[in-house]
């Protein structure tokens, strides 16, 4: 009898042990949990991609770039954070995260008269454009982490106009479906919305498969075929996640339900691996989610 209890007593202490065991900042707790395909930081590149938000990086001559503004009432200071090809000259993806306290309108948006896309202070001079290749391209300068995103001081608006964070987009593409879908991203997240909802955003053009690039101008610059949106929701229900494709053409379109496809199936049309630092099990129920049930959950059936 005083075996059984000793086990008993034994097993009870290991439990407690292993539960607590193994946590991380974004809540996910509890004990280990293998992610086999995580980010680990390696020399040059930044702590921050361990984030939610970061797809898996590439590397090679791509470089990985993260901007600071302090948040107002919070420890946050990441801005966003980009990977540029050094060799395409090109942003392949930019991420941040969108809650309550950096959703503050305490700016106005950017404005200069000599200078409106600035140069990018930490891209490397040998990756960068000696010119804005933009300019007089036909193609506006398409964000991707949106200036109306970032409105909570003048350092971060300013910072989502360096090239580094622009991708050439048609301007009945930008000014349409895809400032449609920015629209519905700051409704999902608001300055009221609760302290425990943070929204994980990835999106860019895409730059890598020749089928997908619509052309690529004299002076180099590559204009995407397709644009992508990538989505994580941690709110108190747990996690959800959605995925946002676009053919690059003028559309104005304001039913964003046509667009939508899981994780897995906007991974596998992009060859990225977004949401790589979610513990495994997590990461493959929720980018797995069939479509409909996508749709349903973030309110986009219709």
Known sequence: MKNIR???LSLFALVLLLSACGSDDDGLGGAAVPNLNKNVPTAGMPKEVTRLEFPKVKGGTSVVLVHHANVPNSQESVNYALEWDGEKKANRWTCYQMYASNRVSNTSRYESDDNQYPQDPDLPQ???WETDPFRRS???HGHLCPSADRLYSFEANYQTFFLTNMSPQLNAFNAGVWENMESQLRK???ANSSRND????CKGGTIDKADQVLTTLANGLIVPKYFFCALLMKNSGGYKALGFWFEH???RDENLGSYVVNIDQLESLTGLDFFCN???ETENHVESLPVDNVKRAWGLEK
């Open 6 to 8: 000793f086990d008993i």
């Open 126 to 128: 040998a990756y960068r």
């Open 138 to 140: 036909g193609y506006d």
């Open 188 to 190: 999902w997240i608001t």
């Open 198 to 201: 943070t929204l994980y955003v």
């Open 249 to 251: 053409k003028a559309n």
């Open 278 to 280: 979610l513990p495994d």
